[in-house]
């Protein structure tokens, strides 16, 4: 079986038992603080477990796009190294929300793999979990029964809560599990070997393809277990194993799931994979396949590769494939993104999106390419600067600290850095950088430092239900509430059973308001609502006011009411968001397409897809373009619980990288013109925006702009500025007729000055030149100069060096100055001399800035200093006729 026939039979067999076929949720966790990626099958259903939300079927069935590359599970290391570990990865699972449990899940699972995959029942083996006592959870004698009557107790193993306990982070849903696995040795190794006594022990061949948990409890975060108000199964079964079972492969990599790519790569590298003297060559060629996954459906899930978080995470991942290609392949050149067409091709029918932005991800590629590449030449020359000055002190080990540098400023991978050294006959300090890492990692965790309680559940309820659509407040019910302590002091969060507050999501900010504790008519305590966050399907209202608990804990019906001053600016500038993507699909065309937005009550941001700068008259045509629309004060055409289909079909604009459900809601704003899927605020009519006015354009990422607007007050608040800033240099220019030429007047002049001054520096240098010839120092071997001297600016200081080398041979100078107050040191030493002799005139001006309280340093041959006591110059220059 291909593996496309593979995932469709998988698919095929659970909705044969009436499991609802669902599409995969992103890469990119959204809604939900716990995770940066989604990491396993489970994500995108938590609410359901939980009860926090009612899934579109009691029995569910997909493929998930997964990635595990950091936090609790985090297999980023392993890959390329073995044969079955990914960063991306996909997971087949089927799924029950209180309806069947661990009977019909061992029952289907056997059935699938041994009458529909045919895999054979004697290399099977199954895991139960064995209990722990410190949880208080006892065996699990119902999946032992259950599984006895399949296989035999002679193929179950006992499973510790390591293996057969399954937790997707330190708090929420979790439960004991049955674990399958299979025996794909030879029947030689078999005969030699049991396969039960390989289980779990990182066998190769010996692999967990699929994992049955049932969902009986959740975590708390004091580390106790409650039972879930019902069962649940979560199973989840590796698709790149399965594949290497069934198609009788010892390696995922030797599948058809990674073929094609390695196909690529042994042409464009001239190598053969199996086939390689050199083992990392091998290597190098699963780390590319499996990167090439996880970067290019994160980016169309629209994480784009960056300095921070989840754009670190992909940046890296990025990174270490090109760092393989570069290292053990051969490619010196971009390579990476040339596997994007051939991973779009094999996925079209399964992930589509990848096939849709084909270009946009295969650019995106190529600029991280080049970029990284600069970073290793950049890496390359300072590691060669630090092993020179190690050498000369007769060291052979690299300093950790300068291994941690070299990582974490110049982005230089330190297995590399390790690779380099050994071909340089040096080694690294590997627990010194170890030292420096977990230091950084310290500080991170500091820095992100989040202690939360248990929620406290004060009633009831049937999930949250939004009002803000069509009310500013509502009278409702506190539901639950926790507090968290933040690094600026401690949070309530509170959950109500209905809330007008629009929680942030889709780049839009969260409400601000109040809660008040009791109706209106009766008035009581007043809640002040600082920001309003969706967690999972939660809309959490956070407050900073102090001592909560009592009043939270007595409340009955409360009225919350949002900012509504504040809600309508949103509004305005989120409208103004449609109106301008749809201009600038007119306008730069229509491979114009939204990778990032926040929208609050002060400005308007927008990243999209393009791949050049977009010009003033393009960005003129734009905002005319927006504010004709504001204008005609075209009303709002809102469609609530539409089919997606129907909706996409009539061509509605989407989102790359969001999730949306069955139904959506539709904003139209004339629907030849803006016609989006959105779940924001919006204007009733544009014509309450106002007016629109761009305020920047710049690059953000390869292949992505974004430009900042305003709109009502803060647009005419922008325009009187420039109003008043124009009045000032009118009445500084003693009103000009034509402004224009008497800036450009006046710049000319300025230029004419400088050209003026530059001149009559040069000729002071010049002739300070002349008199430091004339008191030039003549030794055997050297010319020296050291003098305290006038000059303009620390520049001329090189420049007066540089003249007097091309003048004196073998010249040493030495120069102390003065500019604005700050006291100056330059050394220069003729290069044949530092050859000859080994001085260094970065660490000779190390030395004399201490003299001056500064430091500095620079190249052998040339380094300068600064400091804050001019008054220790003069000490400094005596200090340097003794050095030579």
Not at 355 to 361: G, L, P, S
Not at 437 to 458: G, N, P, Y
Request: hydrophobic fraction near 35%; charge should be negative; glycine fraction near 8%.
């Amino acid at each position: 079986m291909t593996s496309h026939q593979i995932r469709q039979a998988f698919l095929d067999f659970f909705r044969s038992k009436e499991h609802l076929i669902v599409p995969s949720a992103p890469l990119v966790a959204k809604n939900d603080p716990t995770l940066m990626f989604n990491n396993s099958g489970m994500a995108q259903f938590k609410d359901f477990f939980l009860g926090n939300g009612t899934p579109p079927s009691r029995r569910i069935a997909d493929t998930q796009k997964c990635l595990r590359v950091s936090g609790k599970h985090n297999d980023l290391e392993d890959v390329g190294f073995d044969t079955y570990h990914h960063t991306m990865f996909e997971m087949l699972g089927n799924w029950s929300f209180g309806d069947y449990f661990k009977k019909e899940a061992i029952a289907w699972a056997w059935e699938l793999l041994t009458e529909v995959y045919k895999l054979p029942k004697d290399r099977l083996y199954v895991s139960v979990f064995e209990g722990d006592s410190k949880d208080g959870v006892p065996f699990d004698q119902e999946a032992w029964d259950l599984w006895k009557g399949i296989v035999g107790e002679d193929r179950i193993i006992l499973g510790n809560k390591k293996d057969n306990f399954w937790e997707m982070g330190d708090t929420g849903p979790c439960g004991p599990c049955s674990e399958i696995h299979v025996d794909l040795r030879t029947p030689a190794e078999v005969a030699e070997v049991s396969g039960k006594s390989l289980v779990n022990n990182d066998h190769p061949q010996v692999v967990e393809i699929w994992n049955l948990v049932f969902m009986q409890f959740e975590r708390k975060a004091d580390g106790s277990l409650i039972p879930l108000p019902s069962t649940h199964v979560d199973t989840g079964m590796g698709f790149e194993r399965l594949c290497m079972a069934i198609q009788q492969k010892t390696s995922n990599y030797d599948t058809d799931v990674f073929q094609n790519t390695i196909q690529v790569l042994e042409t464009l590298s001239g190598k053969k994979y199996g086939q390689n003297d050199e083992p990392f060559a091998d290597i190098a060629m699963r780390v590319i396949s499996d990167h090439i996954r996880a970067v290019s459906f994160a980016i169309t899930d629209g994480q784009l590769p960056s300095n921070v978080k989840a754009g670190y995470v992909i940046r890296r991942i990025l990174r270490r494939a090109v760092r393989y290609g570069y290292s053990y392949l051969g490619f010196q050149e971009p390579f990476f993104h040339k596997l994007v067409p051939v991973l779009a091709e094999q996925f079209k029918d399964v992930f589509t999106e990848l096939k849709d932005q084909e270009e946009f991800v295969t650019r995106v590629i190529l600029e991280e390419e080049k970029s990284f590449l600069r970073t290793l030449e950049s890496g390359l020359k300072r590691l060669d600067v630090v092993m020179s000055g190690l050498k000369e002190n007769g060291i052979n080990t690299i300093p950790g600290d300068e291994v941690f540098e070299l990582s974490d400023t110049f982005g230089f991978p330190v297995d590399l850095t390790a690779l380099i050294a050994r071909e340089k006959s040096f080694q690294i300090d590997e627990t010194g950088f170890q030292d420096a890492l977990a230091e950084q990692k310290k500080r991170s965790r500091q820095d992100a430092a989040k202690e939360a309680t248990d929620w406290i559940e004060l009633r009831e309820y049937d999930g949250v239900e939004f009002l803000g659509y069509d009310f500013e407040e509502t009278h409702s019910h506190i539901v639950k509430y926790r507090k968290v302590k933040t690094k600026t002091g401690e949070e309530y969060h509170i959950v109500l059973d209905r809330t007008p507050f629009y929680a942030e999501m889709g780049g839009q900010v969260g409400d601000t308001g109040e809660l008040v504790l009791g109706t209106k008519e009766e008035g009581g305590r007043r809640i002040a609502i600082v920001d309003t966050k969706k967690e999972n399907d939660l809309f959490v209202h956070i407050s900073r006011d102090k001592d909560l608990d009592s009043a939270l804990q007595e409340a009955g019906i409360i009225t919350a009411k949002i900012d509504i001053d504040r809600r309508n600016k949103i509004k305005s500038n989120h409208t103004a968001t449609h109106l301008m993507l749809s201009s600038m699909r007119e306008v730069l065309g229509t491979h114009v397409s939204q990778k990032g937005s926040f929208l609050n009550d002060e400005v308007l941001r927008f990243d999209f897809a393009h791949f050049s700068k977009v010009t003033d008259e393009e960005l003129k045509k734009i905002e005319d373009r927006v504010n004709e629309k504001i204008r005609e004060n075209i009303a709002l055409d809102e469609r609530r619980n539409v089919p997606i289909q129907q909706a996409l079909d009539a061509g509605a604009t989407a989102t790359f990288g969001e999730k949306y459900g069955d139904f959506v809601r539709l904003i139209i704003f004339d629907p030849k013109f803006s016609f989006e899927l959105c779940g924001g605020t919006h204007v009733p009519s544009t014509g309450e925006i106002g007016v629109f006015k761009f305020i920047s354009e710049g690059s953000v990422s390869a292949g992505v702009r974004r430009v900042e607007a305003v709109t009502g007050e803060k647009a005419l608040e922008l325009m009187r500025q420039q109003e008043e800033t124009l009045n000032k240099i009118k009445d500084l220019l003693k009103g000009p007729t034509d402004l224009v030429k008497a800036v450009e007047s006046l710049i000319e002049e300025r230029s004419s000055l400088q050209k003026k001054i530059a001149a009559l520096e040069n000729e002071k240098i010049q002739a300070l030149k002349t008199a430091l010839v004339e008191n030039m120092e003549t030794h055997s071997t050297f010319n020296l100069i050291v003098q305290k001297v006038d000059v303009p600016s620390a520049d001329s200081l090189k420049q007066l060096s540089y003249e007097l080398r091309d003048q004196i041979e073998n010249l040493i100078a030495v120069f102390g100055t003065e500019i604005s107050g700050k006291p100056q040191l330059s050394v220069f030493i003729a290069e044949n001399i530092v050859a000859e002799t080994g001085l260094n005139a970065g660490k000779i001006v190390k030395d004399l800035a201490k003299e001056i309280r500064g430091g500095g340093g620079g190249q052998p041959f040339f380094a300068t200093a600064g400091g804050s006591d001019a008054s220790g110059l003069d000490t400094a220059l005596e200090k340097a006729k003794t050095l030579f």
